[in-house]
């Protein structure tokens, strides 16, 4: 049986599917592999080998892929999608940027500190396919008590108290960690988010029971209390935000910084040495994600904001010559898709297309912890996919010319 993609939205989801003579490129394969066939069974791919080698069963359904690229399905490893549900993040608002962003070709996201009681529910309708939506796994925030004044956090914790929601909590001496990483796992998070004024002692009591329980650790790359090195001898998952990697170094960001334009040989100047910090960022494979398309925003938005983006830009640029492990997330609200944060990592941070594609796809999975089963085209692996009409190593733009996506073994055609 030959499925023809010749139909408007559609969405179908075969037991057994076989893309057959497609170009492949994944983390595994920096050199494009040409007439590979993938086998996909209940949604998770089970087979992969050079086209006309194995047979199938004539019960398949089989598409065609000549001449078209395949590629895991992206993953923005920093979105926020319930920050204020009660407004702008309201379902009608946010089930029209999932799907947008599902036909982009992004597969998966990783929300990183909202209203849990709604990402619960927006995560079981993805994962049911009754939304059409990226998979959602999302973050139980822990940060001192002075974080708690925000205004993000009234507008996520509404009917609540924030600092006191199992997944939004103040973090004290007298915390009972041991049930706040219990409670947080019980909201359905994935994962626990640090996120401030919190000090190297607690991070570590908070580390030490999230790896009994089981539970990944996510982290700001500076909590006040805590430089980035310390969060990664803990043992954080990832570091969120290039530029507070320069706290490592420095108490403050000196204040002329912030005022006037400044040239390129002023930032390069500027820069501290960060090799010991790439060096331990490597030994304990912690991945680092940057976050420039939302810096380099808000230096275009705000003159003072110029240092920001400019020591983000060159943080990522010795981070990747040091070989740190570099995802793609956006962290602005989801007004542009994790595709223009790979560019920004191409254009400002001198990834090669290649790098920038494994960034979105195996390091944004490792970044979530689903390195196992998301981000890589092999055997066992969740049947996440984007087909294009042409190449991307070629030119990153050409992610936009989408032939299909496949979401968990299901076809979307925009």
């Not at 001496?173 to 994962?191: E, H, R």
Request: hydrophobic letters at 40%; one cysteine or more.
């Amino acid at each position: 049986m030959v499925l023809f993609p010749c139909f408007s939205y559609a969405q179908f989801k075969p037991r057994l599917l076989v893309l057959n003579d497609a170009t492949l490129i994944d983390a595994g394969h920096p050199v494009p592999a040409m007439h590979q066939t993938v086998v996909i069974q209940d949604g998770r791919i089970t087979k992969v080998f050079p086209k006309g080698t194995i047979a199938f069963p004539d019960s398949a359904v089989v598409i065609n892929l000549k001449g078209k690229y395949l590629l895991p399905g992206l993953i923005d490893s920093h979105v926020h999608m319930a920050t204020d549900p009660s407004g702008v993040d309201n379902r009608s608002h946010t089930l029209q940027i999932l799907q947008q962003m599902l036909y982009s070709g992004v597969t998966t996201v990783r929300d990183m500190a909202g209203d849990a009681r709604v990402l619960a529910e927006l995560a079981r309708d993805a994962n049911e396919d009754q939304i059409t939506a990226p998979a959602i796994y999302y973050s139980a925030l822990m940060a001192g008590t002075e974080f708690f004044s925000d205004p993000r956090t009234q507008a996520s914790t509404k009917g609540g108290t924030a600092g006191n929601m199992p997944y939004m909590k103040a973090i004290t001496d007298t915390t009972n960690i041991q049930l706040a990483i219990a409670q947080a796992k019980g909201s359905g998070a994935s994962g626990i988010k640090l996120y401030a004024n919190l000090s190297v002692v607690l991070t570590n009591k908070i580390l030490d029971e999230a790896k009994k329980q089981n539970m990944p650790v996510w982290s700001h790359a500076w909590l006040q209390g805590a430089r980035p090195s310390d969060l990664v001898k803990a043992g954080c998952i990832s570091i969120s935000h290039a530029p507070l990697l320069i706290y490592e170094k420095v108490d403050k960001v000196p204040a002329f910084w912030k005022k006037g334009r400044h040239d390129a040989a002023f930032w390069d100047k500027a820069m501290p040495e960060l090799d010991e910090l790439f060096s331990q960022m490597k030994q304990h494979h912690t991945v680092f994600d940057a976050t420039l398309l939302t810096y380099k925003k808000w230096a275009i938005s705000d003159t003072s904001m110029q240092w920001d983006y400019e020591i983000a830009k060159r943080i990522t640029i010795r981070a990747y010559k040091a070989g740190v492990t570099i995802c793609a997330g956006t962290d602005d609200d989801q007004e542009q898709f994790v595709q223009d944060e790979m560019r920004l990592l191409i254009t400002d941070a001198g990834l090669s297309p290649f790098d920038a594609i494994v960034a979105a796809t195996k390091n944004s999975a490792a970044s979530l912890h689903l390195e196992a089963t998301k981000g890589s085209i092999s055997p066992g692996m969740d049947a996440d996919l984007l087909i294009l009409w042409r190449d991307p190593i070629q030119d990153i733009g050409n992610l936009k010319t989408i032939n299909m996506v496949i979401k968990n073994g299901r076809i979307y055609q925009p």
